[in-house]
C-alpha cells in the first residue's frame, strides 16, 4: 500500500504542475508495474489534472474585471 501512494503522490504532483503524469523512469518500469499501482498512478494523475483547473478557474473568478 504504501507504494501506491507514493504513485498516486507522484502523479498528483506532477499533474498539478502540468507535467506529463509519466517521468522518464516511470515509463521505463511501466511493463513491471502492477495493476494496484498503475490505478493509483492514473487516479492520481485525474486528481491533480482537476485540482489544477480548479486553481485556474478559482483565479480567473477571483479577479477583478476592469471596464
Known sequence: M???KQ??????ERALSGKSTRSLLD???WPFEDNYSRQSREQG???GAA????????????APTQH
Open 2 to 4: 504504501h507504494g501506491n
Open 7 to 12: 504513485a498516486y503522490q507522484a502523479a498528483y
Open 27 to 29: 515509463m521505463l518500469t
Open 45 to 47: 494523475a485525474r486528481d
Open 51 to 62: 485540482a489544477r483547473l480548479a486553481q485556474g478557474a478559482a483565479q480567473t473568478s477571483s
